[in-house]
C-alpha cells in the first residue's frame, strides 16, 4: 500500500523567500506523481505532472524535482508572494493516471 | 468553458438521513472519479465511472455507500443512512480518458449531525 508522507504539514515565511516543500513516498515503482494548491473551500488546481520517467518539471517559479529510487519529490517556489499562501498536495499514482495516493499536505503562509 | 461542477457546496444532515452529491464533469469529459477528504487526512480514491458503468470502485466502503453515472445527467454520490464518521469533503474529478490528468470539482462540505 502506498504511503504519502508530506513535511512540514505547516510552513510560515516572509515574502520573497523561497519555498521548499518535500514529498516521500513508500512504493518508488509509481507511474506519476503531481503536485496540487488547495485554497480554502475550494477544488484542486494541478500544478506540475511529472511522468516517472522524468527527473524535474518547471512551472514559472516553480520546479518540482522526482527522485523515484529514494521516494522523494520537492516543490521549490521561488521568490514567494502573499498569493501563494494555500495548501500544497502531493498525490502519486501506482499503475494507472486516475487512482491517486494523497499526501495530507502542507499549509503555506506568505508573510507581507 | 465550465470546469468540474459539483452539488451542494455544503450539505447537513442528521445521522440517519441520506446524502446525494451531484458532479457534473467538464464539458467532453466522459469519466469521473471521486474522492473523499476526510478531516487532517490526505484524499482517497473512492470510485471511478464511466458513462453508465463503475469501472473500479475499490475504494468505496462496502455498505450505505453507491455511485452512479448515468447516460444523461450528473454522476451522483448516494450515501444512505449518514452517520457522523461520515463528515468529509467529497471531490469529484473528471477527464477526456485514460492518460489524461483529472481536472478536480470545489467540493461538497457535508457534515452529519
Known amino acids: 500500500k502506498q504511503e504519502v508522507t508530506q513535511i512540514p504539514a505547516a510552513l510560515s515565511v516572509p515574502e520573497g523567500e523561497n519555498l521548499v516543500l518535500n514529498c516521500s513516498f513508500t512504493d518508488s515503482a509509481i507511474y506519476n506523481l503531481q503536485w496540487f494548491r488547495q485554497d480554502p473551500g475550494k477544488g484542486l488546481t494541478s500544478l506540475l505532472l511529472?511522468?516517472?520517467?522524468?527527473r524535474e518539471q518547471t512551472s514559472g517559479r516553480l520546479n518540482a524535482s522526482l527522485d523515484k529510487s529514494s521516494g522523494r519529490s520537492t516543490l521549490y517556489i521561488a521568490a514567494s508572494q502573499p498569493g501563494d499562501s494555500a495548501t500544497y498536495l502531493c498525490a502519486v499514482s501506482l499503475n494507472n493516471d486516475y487512482k491517486l495516493s494523497f499526501g495530507a499536505g502542507t499549509t503555506v503562509t506568505v508573510r507581507a | 468553458n465550465a470546469g468540474v461542477m459539483q452539488n451542494p457546496r455544503h450539505l447537513v444532515r442528521r445521522r440517519g438521513q441520506e446524502a446525494r452529491l451531484r458532479c457534473s464533469p467538464m464539458?467532453?469529459?466522459?469519466?469521473v472519479y471521486w474522492y473523499r477528504q476526510l478531516p487532517e487526512e490526505g484524499l482517497k480514491f473512492m470510485v471511478y465511472l464511466q458513462k453508465e458503468n463503475i469501472i473500479d470502485e475499490s475504494g468505496m466502503p462496502k455498505e450505505r455507500f453507491s455511485a452512479e453515472f448515468p447516460k444523461e445527467g450528473p454522476s451522483i454520490l448516494r450515501i444512505q443512512q449518514v452517520v457522523r464518521g461520515d463528515s468529509a469533503a467529497y471531490f469529484c474529478?473528471?477527464?477526456?480518458?485514460?492518460?489524461?490528468?483529472?481536472?478536480f470539482g470545489n467540493g461538497t462540505r457535508l457534515t452529519v449531525t
Open positions: 464539458k467532453g469529459h466522459s469519466h
Open positions: 511529472i511522468q516517472s520517467s522524468q
Open positions: 474529478a473528471s477527464s477526456p480518458g485514460n492518460n489524461s490528468p483529472l481536472h
